[in-house]
């Protein structure tokens, strides 16, 4: 907690921060919750503390907002740009617009670029600035991309975001920076960067704020955008229209195996969300993998499309309830789990060998098939590797096998192997690194495309 008493509220698998702020009369402030309010309800708990306003920066296109969900059980006022046309009830803010928290001010200041009608909040001890609520505009280290509201329109807004920072720079160097987006978020920020940071901080230490004018920036920020989850491209329109409110926790009945084989006979997924080992050695043909950990819901949101049926499959001690949330926090409605897990299942099953190494390198036989995203290719990849990011790899050309698939520990090689297969590939999957076999193969990595 800070000295303004902010508690950061990290979600590592999106590369997000929420921020409860404690307002000092019991009360608080919620800042960009996602639908799954777990650790903000904790953290308010913990603080003995009782939601009174939710601040939205903009229209998250990464998670469905929490600010409804939170709605539903506390009666706090819902605070989002004007611009953003909302179609549930919410105080509509305009720049320069302030909002009273009772010894403090919230003020709002537009910011467009990340999004058309994008929102900071200056927090102010009377005249004096504390902190500032930058959402997706500055960010530690970096600005967040500007390619998803309208491809066409990426210069546009990069443009307009430049604008926006050097609004924000205006600030005293003291003044904190609270952003939402942060490391290992595709919404754009440099791996390993603080989640918090100062308008002095930046104005050193971030490299994008190098370039001197409007044009240098954009064309710099433009430049080191990558590839973002296709999910992307719908939750704007559902913050906009006001997402559902979910049942808490989110519903994931048991299915009983004749009716997941009906499922499947109609066109049903299952997602298979077991450690890679135990996915490799025995899985319902067809499953794809995405293994349960953090980044759950980016790889669901990927792979899965929206209106898919999914069926789950899971050991029995991973967390029932971890996955339901992490589906519902990027609007994925679950139909249930296989009742019982792989023990259960009556039907045909296949496998996929996973290999260290060593084994890989005596195989030798196999296409590299390297599923990192471009930038991690680029860096150093096997001599010969065939680079297909994992997002592409359903819809993309595929070299013909035998495949050895590769990405940095396995989960996502996993992932991609299970598509391949999915599309009748023959495919093992590399359980180490791409430095370890180039070890294990006397070769060297590559670097470039």
């Not at 996602?34 to 229209?59: C, I, K, M, N, Y």
């Not at 994008?118 to 600035?129: C, E």
């Not at 390993?192 to 920020?221: M, P, Q, V």
């Not at 993309?396 to 090689?413: I, N, T, Y």
Request: net charge negative; with cysteine; glycine share 12%.
């Amino acid at each position: 907690m800070s000295e303004v008493g902010l508690t950061t509220l990290v979600d590592e698998g999106l590369g997000n921060a929420s921020y409860l702020l404690d307002l000092g009369d019991g009360g608080a402030l919620v800042l960009d919750p996602s639908r799954d309010l777990r650790s903000v309800r904790a953290a308010a708990e913990r603080q003995g503390l009782r939601p009174r306003f939710v601040a939205e920066t903009h229209l998250h296109a990464d998670f469905v907002s929490g600010a409804l969900q939170l709605r539903s059980h506390e009666p706090v006022e819902i605070l989002a740009s004007a611009a953003g046309d909302r179609t549930f009830a919410h105080r509509a803010l305009a720049d320069g617009d302030e909002v009273d928290l009772g010894g403090l001010t919230l003020r709002a200041l537009g910011t467009p670029g990340h999004t058309d009608e994008h929102l900071s909040y200056l927090l102010l001890d009377g005249a004096k600035p504390l902190g500032v609520f930058t959402g997706g505009s500055l960010i530690v280290g970096a600005a967040a991309r500007t390619d998803l509201v309208d491809p066409a329109r990426t210069e546009e807004l990069a443009r307009a975001q430049y604008r926006s920072i050097q609004r924000l720079l205006e600030l005293p160097d003291t003044v904190a920076v609270w952003p939402t987006h942060g490391a290992g978020s595709f919404c754009s920020a440099p791996p390993g960067a603080e989640r918090t940071s100062t308008i002095g901080a930046e104005k050193i230490g971030n490299r994008l704020l190098e370039a001197r004018s409007e044009g240098a920036f954009a064309a710099r920020l433009i430049s080191g955008l990558g590839t973002f989850p296709t999910y992307f491209d719908r939750l704007g329109e559902v913050n906009r229209a006001g997402p559902a409110v979910v049942d808490e926790p989110p519903a994931l009945p048991p299915l009983r195996t004749d009716l997941v084989r009906r499922l499947l006979d109609a066109g049903a997924v299952v997602v298979d969300v077991r450690p890679v080992a135990v996915f490799g050695a025995s899985h319902i043909p067809g499953a794809v993998s995405i293994p349960l950990r953090e980044q759950f819901a980016t790889w669901l949101g990927w792979i899965v499309e929206s209106d898919s049926v999914v069926v789950i499959v899971r050991d029995q001690d991973q967390d029932l309830a971890e996955i339901a949330w992490q589906a519902v926090k990027i609007g994925y409605d679950l139909a249930g789990e296989l009742d019982g897990g792989m023990a259960s299942w009556d039907g045909p099953t296949t496998a996929i060998p996973v290999l260290d190494a060593a084994a890989a390198a005596k195989s030798g036989s196999s296409i590299v098939l390297d599923v990192r995203q471009d930038s991690e290719y680029a860096t150093g990849h096997l001599p010969g590797a065939v680079g297909i990011e994992l997002g592409a790899l359903s819809s993309a050309d595929l070299p013909p096998g035998p495949l050895l698939s590769m990405c940095g520990h396995g989960e996502r090689a996993m992932t991609g192997a299970s598509i391949a297969a999915r599309r009748g590939s023959r495919v093992a999957v590399l359980a180490d690194s791409p430095s370890a076999l180039a070890r294990a193969t006397g070769t060297r990595l590559v670097e470039g495309r």
